[in-house]
């Protein structure tokens, strides 16, 4: 049965469309960035904001809330875009990305801005983190739910594994990590670089339900996030197919765009395509 109604769904789409125009325009701005990543996560960060994640923008620090641990740092762009929206601090202070003095640094730093659960930059160890965050809320019986973002290239991680072991020891059930699965990384496709494949088998090893999603059908994935609560005794591990790129044609599939800075024109066409995507955007000017 879906979790959204058709109303809900359309809303959530255009608010990930939104996010997706915030994002490159931000990057833009800064002149630096990576910006593959961000665009094919903008439908998964949209579900979470705004369905799966117990949260509150007016209080962070709420000790009830769900934990989203971001392993894959370099992405944060598409997390702020997505904070933005959600209340956590104005829309306008998007601008200010990976400037000097501005809490929206290149890589998330939790003392800078409230609603950061973790400072993350090195790949790998968001996992850990989040393994950690998991078993502190299962000893002291909280119901707290925990969530890791993270990349696939950093399946290619020790660390990664080592935490996956633990989790599965632990049958941390309160902890559901979901993997980008655009296929890339920033000097080549992972599969040529260093083989991912079997992705599922290795987790359903490691005593991991796993569980596949579009994740760029944001219906289904608020349905998966859903069938992961009713999981019991195994932590989950959601695998997204993504796109790299995701809503800028000449971006799509490209690892190169892994992390690169827009010419002139490029991003002229990137936003030309953003501001009217599917027509989600109805009025690229209205904002």
């Not at 641990?69 to 998007?94: D, I, K, R, T, W």
Request: a negative charge; one cysteine or more.
């Amino acid at each position: 049965m879906a979790s959204l109604s058709d109303e809900k769904a359309q809303s959530l789409e255009a608010i990930a469309a939104k996010i997706r125009r915030d994002t490159v325009e931000a990057v833009i701005r800064a002149g630096s960035g990576h910006i593959a990543g961000p665009l094919d996560l903008a439908d998964i960060f949209t579900a979470l904001y705004f369905h799966v994640l117990k949260h509150d923008p007016k209080n962070p620090l709420w000790e009830e809330r769900d934990r989203l641990v971001l392993s894959n740092g370099h992405v944060c762009p598409v997390q702020y875009a997505a904070m933005a929206h959600a209340g956590y601090f104005p829309l306008e202070e998007l601008k200010t990305l990976r400037e000097f003095g501005s809490r929206l640094q290149g890589h998330p730093h939790r003392p800078s801005l409230p609603g950061l659960e973790t400072s993350s930059g090195p790949l790998g160890s968001g996992l850990s983190q989040a393994v950690g965050m998991a078993l502190g809320f299962k000893m002291d019986g909280k119901k707290n739910a925990v969530y890791c973002i993270m990349s696939d290239a950093e399946q290619q991680c020790g660390q990664t594994w080592e935490a996956a072991m633990l989790a599965g020891k632990h049958e941390l059930d309160n902890l559901t990590a979901i993997i980008d699965r655009n296929n890339i990384q920033i000097d080549g496709m992972t599969e040529k670089i260093m083989p991912l494949e079997p992705l599922r088998e290795k987790y359903e090893a490691f005593n991991w339900h796993v569980l596949e999603v579009d994740g760029h059908n944001i219906e289904a994935i608020a349905d998966v996030c859903d069938e992961a609560r009713a999981i019991y005794a195994k932590p989950v591990v959601v695998l997204a197919h993504t796109i790299a790129g995701k809503g800028v044609d000449f971006m799509e599939f490209d690892f190169r765009w892994h992390s690169k800075s827009f010419k002139p024109e490029e991003a002229k066409d990137a936003l030309r395509e953003l501001r009217t995507l599917g027509g989600k955007i109805e009025n690229p000017h209205a904002e």
